[in-house]
Each structure stands twice: as C-alpha cells, then as structure tokens.
C-alpha cells in the first residue's frame, strides 16, 4: 500500500471521507478515513508488508493457512479479452512465477470453461481471505510470545523495538526524543563512509564486514536513561565526556584520508563529503575523541 497501492484508493476515499494519513519518508503508513453522517464511521488502512516483509506466496506457506494464495496468468489480460471464455491460458502467461507441476495441477481443475472475469474476482477473493489469515495467524503469535498486538504498531521495526522494551529492558529505558534534542543528534549522523580507493602494491587484501551492527548491538551497551542539554565547553567539566557536541573542527594540514564527514548543500540535494580544512558541525563524541588521535583538534 504505502508505495503503490494507496494512489488509488485516495483517489476515491477523499470524495466521501476526512482522511488522516500517517506519512514518513513519503511513505503513507496508514490512512484514517472517517465516514457517515457526523463522521460516525471510520475504516483504517495500513500496509501489511510494513511488517510481514515476504511475499503473500511465502507466507501462505510459512504460516499453514486454510486459503492459501492462488495462482493467476497475469500476462494474459487485456483490454480486449475481458470477456474471455475457454481454455485455460498458457504457461507462459504466468510470468514464470510457477513451476510447471503447478501449472499442470491448475489446468487440471478445468475443461475448457476457464471465465477471464470469475477467476479474476475469485483470485482477488482468495488474496484478501488469504492476507486475513496471515495477520490473524501473526498477531495471535506476538500476542501468545509477547503480549503485544500488532495492530498498534505500522512497521516491524516499531514492533520490534516495543517487543524490546516491554519484555528484555527490565531496569532502563530508551527515551523518545524529539524537538531541539533530536533534531541536534540527527546532526551528527552523516552515514557510513563509503569511498573506493584503488589497492597498490604487492599482497594487498580486502575486507567485508558482515552484520556488523547486530554483533556490536549485542557486545555493547545501549544508551540509556534521560538525556541532559547543555552549553559551553563541556570537556572542561567533564573528563568522561559522552554525547553530541556542536564544535570547531579542524583537520591536521598533512592528512591523506580524512575521516570525519559532513553534509553539504548542493544544487541536486545534499551530499556527504569528509573535508579538509575548518568548519562546524555536530560530532559524537567517540568520532571526536577518535579522531583527535589523527591530529583533529576542536
């Protein structure tokens, strides 16, 4: 829904409905619509593969349910067959979506009085039953592990933040940030580096890390507990200092490779670069103490 699907149904919930959409990173999440006289009605929509991330196929199988999803010759319609009555359409207008042994199981069940405009309702029929059983299937599972229901949640990362927080973060919490605080700490995150530099020389070796952020995400602490604002140098008070510091950064005048990025505002949008020279900007504290081993002062 949150990237396709929704156009369409917009297009005609707006003439009889007030709609409130959830909206992030242009995607709409979910969308309220209220109805009726004095609005008494109201139906939501949300996107299911926000939080199911598999195919409707893949679940079908993965969850057993009654009503699994069918299969369908996508290729074969057109605006001038609508009405179409006869022999079931070839293999190859099933996209090569299924193997040959399905195809022939499907052809099967008919004798040459396959309707274009039946199975497309009852494939369509099968699809929504299909989904319904999935999501009822799904729910009663996070219910029955974790106690949540997984209708108050739109995305599977919120799930499984709420997941963390209500059941494996006994003693501490993670705060939700927002206003100037979160806005500052969005500051200090400018993406990995990713520049390509050409190996020279004999016996050279590249490296691929994988999963790397689950490993240090169970390694490592978390940061927990509120988190205090302040102003001025604070590296003169604090010794063990830990946050985000808006700073003066200067690079060391013989560096070959910086490290440290910033974003900067181009005609096309906004790009990351690692400079040399001087500039300000919003650090980590740990790039910041890192990087002051190369030569970086602040």
Not at 32 to 58: C, H, P, T, V, W
Request: glycine fraction near 6%; proline fraction near 4%.
């Amino acid at each position: 829904m949150a990237k396709f699907d929704i156009i369409f149904i917009l297009k005609y919930l707006l003439k009889i409905a007030d709609c409130n959409p959830i909206i992030h990173n242009d995607k709409m999440l979910s969308l309220r619509a209220n109805f009726g006289k004095n609005n008494e009605y109201q139906i939501e929509f949300k996107d299911s593969y926000l939080i199911l991330l598999a195919s409707l196929s893949k679940l079908s199988k993965y969850f057993r349910i009654k009503s699994p999803k069918t299969i369908f010759p996508f290729l074969f319609v057109n605006e001038n067959n609508l009405d179409y009555k006869g022999k079931v359409p070839i293999f190859e207008m099933f996209d090569n979506k299924i193997s040959r042994e399905e195809y022939n199981n499907y052809k099967s069940k008919f004798n040459n009085n396959w309707v274009l405009k039946a199975e497309s309702i009852k494939y369509c029929k099968i699809d929504c039953l299909a989904l319904y059983q999935i999501i009822i299937k799904f729910n009663n599972l996070i219910f029955g592990l974790f106690g949540l229901n997984i209708h108050h949640y739109l995305t599977l990362p919120s799930l499984a933040f709420a997941i963390f927080r209500s059941n494996f973060m006994d003693k501490e919490n993670i705060p939700q940030l927002s206003g100037k605080i979160a806005s500052d700490i969005r500051e200090g995150y400018t993406g990995g580096a990713v520049d390509m530099y050409i190996p020279q020389g004999i016996g050279v070796k590249g490296y691929d890390v994988n999963s790397l952020y689950p490993s240090q995400m169970q390694s490592q602490l978390m940061p927990v507990g509120n988190i205090s604002y302040f102003e001025g140098d604070i590296s003169l008070t604090n010794l063990d200092l830990f946050g985000f510091c808006y700073c003066k950064i200067t690079t060391p005048d013989d560096i070959k490779h910086p490290i440290l990025q910033t974003h900067v505002k181009i005609n096309n949008g906004i790009r990351t670069m690692a400079p040399i020279g001087t500039w300000n900007d919003m650090l980590f504290s740990e790039e910041l103490i890192n990087a002051n081993k190369y030569g970086y002062t602040f």
